[in-house]
Antibody, heavy 125, light 110 residues
Framework: QVLLVQSGAEVKIPGSSVKVSCKPS????????INWVRQAPGQGLEWMGR????????DYAHKFRGKVTFTADKSTTTAFMDLSSLRSEDTALYFC??????????????????WGQGTMVTVSS | QSVLTQSPSASGAPGQRVTMSCSGT????????VNWYQQLPETAPKLLIS???HRPSGVPDRFSGSKSGTSASLVISNLQSEDEADYYC???????????FGGGTKLTVL
């Protein structure tokens, strides 16, 4: 069974950046996207965007454009989320999630079938 | 404020049936399929229902999903204590060009 393994918890000061990794436990990048979802303490799930690692193509939710950057390293089959200009409001649990999709239509309402364990990012001075 | 609307809470006794709803618009639920996720306390979300009605392997048949127009529903039959969790609906929004989630329903098993 494939797992998505994320990097460990981070504590950052306001204004700094954080990079979270997400690595499938087995297999190369194929026709799936890696989505990133944020969950603030006690709150619901919020989609941040996605990257198709095989193509290196990313899409960002409007709210996060300019704030987050997704990248992927095909040689290590690892996806990354880079969050910049951190503020206290960015304190949250960040999940990556796999999404297979139809290559003719691109990823849309296809389900997130596997999720990483989550990475807690705490922003505090 | 979430794009998809879910009731914040639901409850039921063991063995009972619970229905959770997810309301959207023509640009999201009305045009795309709905997925449901279960998030047990202190864990990552787990796919529960895909494409409105499909249960992934390993999901008990006590869980069922449906969609009509711009609304979707999740039904849990024969409620079990281990079903106590948060439930989220999600789909694609053609206007926002992104995935949208409901605010989540917290299920309490009495």
């Amino acid at each position: 069974q494939v797992l998505l393994v994320q990097s460990g918890a981070e504590v950052k000061i306001p204004g700094s950046s954080v990079k979270v990794s997400c690595k499938p436990s087995g297999g190369a990048f194929t026709t799936y996207a890696i989505n990133w979802v944020r969950q603030a303490p006690g709150q619901g799930l919020e989609w941040m965007g996605r990257i198709i690692p095989f193509l290196g193509v990313s899409d960002y939710a409007h709210k996060f454009r300019g704030k987050v950057t997704f990248t992927a390293d095909k040689s290590t089959t690892t996806a990354f989320m880079d969050l910049s200009s951190l503020r206290s409001e960015d304190t949250a649990l960040y999940f990556c999630a796999r999404q297979f999709y139809d290559v003719l239509t691109g990823p849309k309402d296809d389900p997130f079938d596997i999720w990483g364990q989550g990475t807690m990012v705490t922003v505090s001075s | 404020q979430s794009v998809l609307t879910q009731s914040p809470s639901a409850s039921g006794a063991p063995g009972q049936r619970v229905t959770m709803s997810c309301s959207g618009t023509n640009s999201n639920i009305g045009s795309n399929t709905v997925n449901w996720y279960q998030q047990l306390p202190e864990t990552a979300p787990k796919l529960l229902i895909s494409s409105n009605v499909h249960r992934p392997s390993g999901v008990p048949d006590r869980f069922s999903g449906s969609k009509s127009g711009t609304s979707a529903s999740l039904v849990i039959s024969n409620l079990q204590s281990e079903d106590e969790a948060d439930y989220y609906c999600a789909t694609w929004d053609d206007s926002l060009n992104g995935v949208v989630f409901g605010g989540g329903t917290k299920l309490t098993v009495l």
